[in-house]
């Protein structure tokens, strides 16, 4: 058992004894304390906040708590001492023996760990960038964080569809075929400004070569135009590993028979009424007319203002859209239905989780949207000025080609979704621990090295060595220990992000860990006691090269997971 689940459960079963003397009817949370590894060694290899949780309900203050709990754990042989700090904090140190056992656990489980979770059936949607031109720098973020999470997911046991909603309905459908429509008209000409009723730049024009000589009714050149655009953004994220499951179409799914279920389910929970909205904010324009529309009663819900459903032309909002596909995905019966958008809609999130509540209050689903903040491009520390509207943005296929697709993975998951990122060209070209791609992988290459060099010193396969018969008591160096325990929490890591959605946890872990990794091998260098592989030293040089080798599994399996090339040479 790994030391994280047998804390847990040796402190947990201590609550339990306590709410039982008590008579406490109500049923401890496991998952309401944390055990964390401290980033100064001095508070221990481990620290739990267990007795802070836990106190108010058995009744006693926090350090009382935290004491108790240090007297029960220090009977076990494997503990070498304990301490109790600040409001209630218990540190925990382990005897040496126990974190070399441990790594024998880790051996043993690496690659058939079950991950003990309720499997889910998950629809994850992400990038669902409308069809009017090619993907930009910033739909990348939402891309590969939605396609990781999904890796992720799928990792841990879930079955996972991704989905690509493709908005092929509506007002940017109707501006996108005039703007075709006018450079067919205007072929021959090499300049032409376009005002605010067309789309800008290049890539417009350039399809509208390829159809202009061809005879086509309105309907079918719409069809045609959408399919020459969804086939190159298929094309680019297929360029960054990424490809869905499913696409939905909402023109298909806003037909005329799902627009009527939904109203009809909506009038029945009297869900809308006939009403007048205010004058956007937005607008400026003095011909905006007060009209009658069928509204939905959102602001009963949390939201700031009743929504329409339905425009006065007749057209449905982006919201009744939204409605009517979002309930075919609580129809299919998902466990989870998962959205991965940019913060600009950050207004839509409240309003849509309301409609779906009202519509299905007996389903059982959970429906999660997580908003990806902004992607800052940077060229010699310069933030790249970007504007779609004016059409001098960076594409997605541009950037793959400077850079590659694993420094673009990697970067568009290193922080959490709330931060901004910074893509710095200069830096992620470069081949320096500046560049966390490099760092990584060149940590994996050395450790694959050293493996070879050991082999062929020792003249021994690693391939299926018994890791039982394997003595690590040599192991006693303090990197030694950080690093074991950094390798023994590698799945546990990957459980939160499972749990959280949240990737950049093990981007993050990579990185740490690679940095461990380079710190323990330059050690060698100046002392050479502490080289890797003594050639003198079987015995030594055996136990350091197991360490290595579970490094560069961790490694492997993570950058995997990732979808992030790992070569063994560099």
């Known amino acids: 058992m790994f030391y994280h689940d047998l804390l847990k459960k040796e402190l947990f079963d201590y609550i339990n004894s306590e709410y039982s003397k008590k008579n406490i009817k109500e049923v401890p949370n496991k998952s309401s304390f944390n055990i964390e590894i401290p980033t100064n060694k001095k508070f221990g290899d481990l620290s739990t906040n267990i007795a802070m949780v836990f106190a108010k309900k058995i009744g006693l203050p926090p350090r009382d708590l935290a004491l108790k709990l240090s007297k029960h754990m220090n009977k076990d042989n494997f503990i070498e001492k304990l301490e109790v700090v600040g409001p209630g904090f218990l540190n925990i140190f382990f005897k040496k023996s126990f974190w070399q056992d441990q790594l024998k656990v880790f051996f043993k489980n690496v ?22 031109g090619l993907m930009h720098i910033g739909h990348a973020r939402g891309a590969v964080l939605g396609d990781t999470i999904a890796s992720v997911l799928e990792e841990v046991g879930h079955k996972v569809t991704k989905e690509y909603y493709i908005n092929d309905a509506g007002e940017q459908i109707k501006k996108l075929k005039k703007t075709i429509k006018f450079h067919i008209n205007n072929k021959n000409n090499k300049k032409i400004k376009t005002d605010d009723e067309l789309y800008p730049g290049e890539y417009l024009k350039e399809i509208s070569k390829k159809i202009y000589k061809q005879e086509l009714s309105e309907l079918m050149l719409e069809n045609k135009i959408i399919k020459f655009i969804m086939n190159d953004i298929k094309e680019d ?54 009209k009658k529309l069928l509204l939905f009663k959102s602001q009963e819900h949390g939201d700031e203002a009743d929504r329409a459903l339905i425009k006065s032309n007749g057209e449905l909002t982006y919201f009744m859209t939204d409605i009517i596909y979002h309930q075919k995905k609580v129809d299919k019966k998902f466990d989870i239905l998962l959205n991965i958008w940019g913060s600009d809609h950050s207004g839509y999130v409240k309003r849509l989780q309301s409609a779906l509540e009202q519509l299905n209050k007996k389903a059982n689903y959970i429906f999660e949207i997580k908003l990806t903040s902004l992607v800052n491009l940077l060229n010699d520390k310069q933030v790249v000025k970007m504007s779609k509207r004016e059409g001098n943005y960076v594409t997605l296929r541009e950037v793959v080609e400077k850079v590659g697709p694993d420094v673009l993975r990697y970067m568009m998951i290193s922080r959490s979704v709330d931060k901004k990122i910074d893509f710095d060209f200069e830096i992620v070209k470069s081949k320096s621990k500046d560049n966390p791609v490099f760092y990584i992988q060149y940590a994996y290459a050395r450790c694959m090295s050293l493996i070879k060099i050991y082999e062929k010193t020792f003249n021994i396969s690693l391939r299926n060595i018994d890791i039982k018969k394997v003595n690590l008591s040599n192991l006693n160096l303090n990197e030694e220990t950080i690093m074991i325990i950094k390798i023994c929490n590698f799945f546990n890591v990957i459980i939160k992000a499972a749990k959280f959605y949240e990737p950049h946890r093990i981007a993050n872990y990579l990185f740490d860990i690679a940095k461990d990794f380079h710190a323990y091998w330059g050690l060698g260098k100046v002392d050479s006691s502490k080289k890797v592989i003594i050639d003198q030293n079987a015995n030594i040089s055996l136990s350091r090269i197991i360490l290595i080798l579970s490094i560069s599994k961790i490694i492997k399996k993570g950058m995997n997971i990732l979808k992030i090339e790992c070569p063994e040479n560099m």
């Open 111 to 132: 690659n058939s760990f079950n991950y003990k979770i309720v499997k889910k059936n998950i629809c994850l949607e992400f990038v669902s960038a409308n069809p009017t």
């Open 237 to 290: 994220l297929l360029k960054i590993k990424i490809k869905h499951d499913s696409f939905v179409s909402e023109k298909k799914c806003s037909s005329k028979k799902n627009i009527d279920e939904i109203l009809k389910k909506l009038n029945q929970k009297k869900l809308t009424y006939y009403g007048y909205q205010e004058k956007p904010k937005s607008l400026n324009n003095e011909s905006w007319e007060r």
